[in-house]
């Protein structure tokens, strides 16, 4: 069969395939603990799914909407941002899409030339790369000289004349690492000397844990906001994946084009997701929290269940998103599996425990465990892989 060279030269998500072999080993009627998944295990709260429901009764879901969104949805997020980074975005900066994901792929085809070389973080969130190569531009991806932050030393050895951007994703995917304002400021000032546009990817910047200080790229200065494109949405905060609505806010220009792009492809976001997330974004934040402070204590108990397992060294612990990311090596090595991809296979074969390999972020002798589960579950899932190991 014909197939466009450009989805040839790109990778199937490492995630879906996995969550795909978990569902079918489920479907088989194994006990299975999927700790490969990228979203909260929880509900919608309640008064979100009404707001919708409300707006499906009034008829306000039938037809298009405005591409980059409705004005309720645009004003919800221009208030959003500024109340909690201090920046006003005018109406004509937002642009409202189908999941923070398509937010980047729009920004990526109206932003990359062939050749565009776009400095990503390692490790990294799996689509940025497969994405960028969509665009035609080339992910650059750039190795922390030490833990999973990048430095600008980093960032200066990665720069060539063709870089055009670079990715913070701060809380990371998978890592969990925080970026501190020190940190943003010296990034944010070094892209804006060598004219970079920063992608600061804040998807994760309400699941922060441990008393952990959050900083957003565009609460640094007003420079660093006019060479920033914020992307972010309500699928984690809101344990709202389903619904598909992310958003971007950034130089008008760049903004507009977005909105030029999604009127060709998506039209707009689904109407009724975006009275959906109008809900979410003005409504009480509580139920933000209340999720929060339950990621918190998952994190709590099961780094600390993890860390008590031979050959896992947990670095530091995550600061944030709903992930950890052990290096797990030697894990595999006292389990006589020459690779760590193997040991996830078997684990998965033997257990049930579904984890994701490091690889598909970057780092292969790491893996990407999802704690977007319940406790017990999270216990058993530590017994299963201890035994594992100690086999
Ligand atoms: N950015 C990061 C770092 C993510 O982990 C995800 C989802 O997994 C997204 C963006 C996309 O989120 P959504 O498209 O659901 O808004």
């Known amino acids: 069969m014909h197939l466009a060279k450009r989805i040839l030269n790109v990778a199937p998500s490492a995630t879906l395939?996995?969550?795909?072999?978990?569902?079918?080993?489920?479907?088989?009627?194994?006990?299975?603990?999927?700790?490969?998944?990228?979203?909260?295990?929880?509900?919608?709260?309640?008064?979100?799914?009404?707001?919708?429901?409300?707006?499906?009764?009034?008829?306000?879901?039938?037809?298009?909407?405005?591409?980059?969104?409705?004005?309720?949805?645009?004003?919800?997020?221009?208030?959003?941002?500024?109340?909690?980074?201090?920046v006003r975005y005018p109406a004509s900066q937002i642009v409202a899409t189908t999941g923070a994901k398509f937010a980047l792929y729009a920004l990526f085809q109206v932003y990359l030339n062939p050749g565009d070389e776009v400095l990503i973080p390692v490790p990294y969130w799996v689509s940025y790369e497969e994405q960028i190569k969509l665009a035609s531009g080339t992910p650059h991806l750039v190795m922390p000289s030490e833990g999973h932050k990048v430095s600008v030393d980093d960032l200066e050895a990665a720069r060539t004349d063709k870089t055009r951007a670079l990715i913070i994703n701060s809380p990371q995917n998978p890592s969990g690492?925080?970026?501190?304002?020190?940190?943003?400021?010296?990034?944010?000032?070094?892209?804006?000397?060598?004219?970079?546009?920063?992608?600061?990817?804040?998807?994760?910047?309400?699941?922060?844990?441990?008393?952990?200080?959050?900083?957003?790229?565009?609460?640094?200065?007003?420079?660093?906001?006019?060479?920033?494109?914020?992307?972010?949405?309500?699928?984690?905060?809101?344990?709202?994946?389903?619904?598909?609505?992310?958003?971007?806010?950034?130089?008008?220009?760049?903004?507009?084009?977005?909105?030029?792009?999604?009127?060709?492809?998506?039209?707009?976001?689904?109407?009724?997701?975006?009275?959906?997330?109008?809900?979410?974004?003005?409504?009480?934040?509580?139920?933000?929290e209340t999720m929060r402070q339950a990621?918190?204590?998952?994190?709590?108990?099961?780094?600390?269940?993890?860390?008590?397992?031979?050959?896992?060294?947990?670095?530091?612990?995550?600061?944030?998103?709903?992930?950890?990311f052990p290096n797990i090596k030697r894990a595999a090595q006292l389990s006589h599996y020459g690779t760590v991809d193997d040991f996830i296979s078997a684990l998965l074969a033997e257990t049930g425990v579904a984890i994701v390999p490091g690889r598909a972020f970057g780092m292969p002798d790491h893996a990407r465990i999802s704690y977007c589960k319940d406790l017990d579950s999270l216990r058993e899932a530590a017994r299963r892989i201890r035994e594992f190991v100690g086999k």
Do not use: C
């Not at 709260?45 to 980059?68: C, H, L, M, R, V």
């Not at 269940?305 to 670095?315: H, Q």
């Open 295 to 324: 990621f918190e204590e998952r994190l709590n108990l099961f780094y600390d269940l993890l860390a008590e397992i031979p050959g896992f060294d947990m670095g530091d612990k995550p600061q944030g998103a709903f992930y950890l």
């Open 17 to 86: 395939a996995l969550s795909n072999q978990t569902k079918a080993l489920k479907a088989k009627g194994a006990d299975v603990i999927d700790l490969s998944i990228g979203q909260p295990d929880f509900q919608t709260p309640k008064t979100i799914d009404e707001a919708a429901i409300a707006a499906i009764q009034a008829g306000n879901a039938s037809f298009y909407t405005a591409a980059t969104g409705i004005p309720e949805l645009k004003q919800a997020i221009s208030d959003r941002i500024f109340s909690q980074d201090g």
């Open 177 to 288: 690492v925080v970026y501190t304002r020190t940190e943003l400021t010296l990034i944010g000032n070094w892209a804006l000397q060598h004219h970079i546009l920063v992608i600061t990817d804040d998807i994760y910047r309400d699941l922060i844990y441990n008393g952990t200080t959050f900083t957003a790229m565009i609460s640094i200065n007003p420079d660093i906001v006019a060479n920033t494109v914020l992307i972010s949405g309500v699928s984690k905060s809101y344990a709202m994946t389903g619904w598909r609505i992310g958003y971007a806010a950034g130089p008008e220009k760049l903004m507009q084009a977005m909105a030029t792009f999604i009127s060709h492809t998506t039209s707009n976001p689904a109407a009724v997701s975006e009275y959906a997330a109008v809900a979410a974004l003005t409504g009480d934040q509580q139920i933000v």
